[in-house]
Every structure is written in structure tokens, then in C-alpha cells.
């Protein structure tokens, strides 16, 4: 797909994700061209669904009742960002700047609830915008988190500014524990240090470096940022809902939704690019 200097390469097969968003030959995402890219995991952005980030120890009990999920991720403990990632996604539609993709998922060993999850893509010249709905298919309600995961790349002078209150810090096996005030993010990526879920976010983030300036913008309310000092890349993820909030005294009050059968959650996220 392309709009004006922007270019967005997607892989269906690769659990819907972006392979690839280039604004002229300068990767806004970790991107790799779309028949290079050997898995989601690789990929510079993937949707969550039905839950962000990690389901803690692979169970949950939901309306009387026991689940398990199965492991995706390495030796993990915890099944992690939901299925729709790891799985084919059909191509609905596409255009020059859009592109609609359907995921059908039957109950199995890494979800037990059926639900249906559509991606829409929309590029202009100065923009990507991605539209997430979730709709159960199941004879009863189902626990539900959305979101995205965006890899971007490390560059000179990369830094974040975004407004935010507080922040969930995390046991060692990554499930929160607390929240603590955290009086928002302005600093380059080289003195940051977070994986954490964090609330209260306001405003776009702002995303810079020596080459681009980046606005990042979503309907959900709730903001991961993952800045490992060790790999080439960072993330900053929209989400509904703080990690493992299936587990919490009030899961409704961190943000995952019981959607009623045939009915539907809907998600959006807008990326705004400009060069520095």
C-alpha cells in the first residue's frame, strides 16, 4: 500500500501484521520487506486480541468456571498478547491505501471462546490508521482486551514524550503488582528502562529522533512501554487494559470488558509521520 512518501507492507498469513511501514526508504517501524519476514514475532507491529501482554500461569476462572491457555511464548510461565498474532488472517479487501483482514478463531488449547477479529488498514499521505473489531461468536460472554504492538527502531537521539500519571510496576516472572504515581515520560531512550503497563495516558506520544517525528494516538486508554537496553528497537502499545487483569479483585475496573455474545469491541490507532 502507499500515500504520498509513506509505504505499509502486510503480511495476513503472519497473523495479521505489519511487515513494514517506510516513510521514503526511512523504516518508521522495524521493518523488514514482506517476503523476507519469517514470523509475527519479527514483524514492526501486530494486534492483540483477546488479551494484551501476559495472562498470568496460563489459567483464568471466568463466570463459575476454570480455563487454561496454552504456552506461546518461549519458556514463558504466562501465555502471552492473545492468539490473534500467532494465527492466518484473511484478506477481506485491499486497495492502494486500504486493506480489511478477518480472523475466525474456534475454541482451542490457547483460547476456549469463539470470536471473530477484523483489522482495518487506512494509509494517507501523512498517516497510518488501524481499526481493530472484536466480536464474540460464542453462546455465552467472553473476557476481552485489544491492542497493538508497534516495534520501533532505535535511532540517535530517539526520545519519548508522553503525558501519563502512573505506572504498574511488575514481580519478576512481569505480572504487575502495584501502581505508583509516574509523572509522565520526556527523555531519550538511552536513560529509560521500562516495561511496564501505564494509565492515565493524554495526548499523542511523541515519538522523535534524528529523522522522523512521530505522533501515536488510540482510542484505548492504557499505554505499554517496553524499552530493552540490549535489542535495536522499543515499543510503545496501545492497550485496553492492564496486564493480567483477568486476575485482579476487579478486572472490569483495569479495563478488560465482558462482551456479550454477537456483540462487538472496537479499537483504533493512528499513527501520524512527519520527517524531523
Not at 177 to 196: E, K, M, S
Not at 213 to 230: A, E, K, N, W
Request: aromatic share 10%; with cysteine.
Amino acid at each position: 500500500m502507499r500515500a504520498g512518501e509513506l509505504r505499509l507492507a502486510l503480511r495476513p498469513d503472519l497473523g495479521g501484521s505489519i511487515a513494514g511501514l517506510w516513510l521514503a526508504d526511512v523504516p518508521v517501524l522495524r521493518s523488514t520487506e514482506a517476503a523476507d519476514l519469517g514470523s509475527s514475532r519479527l514483524s514492526g507491529c501486530y494486534p492483540l486480541a483477546p488479551y494484551a501482554n501476559r495472562l498470568g500461569y496460563r489459567r483464568f476462572r471466568w463466570q463459575g468456571h476454570d480455563h487454561s491457555t496454552a504456552a506461546n511464548f518461549d519458556d514463558n510461565p504466562h501465555s502471552v498478547h492473545g492468539v490473534a498474532w500467532q494465527r492466518p488472517w484473511t484478506v477481506l479487501s485491499s486497495s492502494a491505501n486500504e486493506a480489511e483482514l478477518s480472523y475466525a478463531h474456534e475454541p482451542d488449547a490457547h483460547w476456549p471462546f469463539a470470536f471473530e477479529a477484523r483489522q482495518r488498514f487506512v494509509l494517507t499521505p501523512d498517516a497510518l490508521e488501524v481499526h481493530l473489531a472484536f466480536t464474540n461468536r460464542a453462546a455465552q460472554s467472553q473476557p476481552v482486551g485489544l491492542g497493538w504492538h508497534p516495534y520501533f527502531p532505535k535511532r540517535p537521539r530517539s526520545r519519548l514524550h508522553i503525558e501519563l500519571s502512573e505506572r504498574w510496576d511488575n514481580d519478576a516472572s512481569g505480572l504487575p503488582t502495584r501502581r505508583v504515581p509516574q509523572p509522565g515520560i520526556d527523555a531519550d531512550l538511552t536513560h529509560l528502562a521500562f516495561d511496564n503497563c501505564f494509565e492515565g495516558w493524554r495526548g499523542p506520544a511523541r515519538i522523535r529522533d534524528e529523522k522522523l517525528s512521530l505522533r501515536l494516538s488510540s482510542s484505548l486508554p492504557y499505554l505499554v512501554v517496553f524499552t530493552p537496553d540490549t535489542k535495536p528497537y522499543y515499543c510503545v502499545e496501545p492497550v485496553s487494559h492492564v496486564s493480567n487483569a483477568i486476575h485482579m479483585s476487579d478486572p472490569a475496573a483495569h479495563g478488560l470488558r465482558a462482551v456479550e455474545p454477537q456483540a462487538t469491541l472496537d479499537a483504533w490507532m493512528k499513527l501520524e509521520i512527519a520527517h524531523a
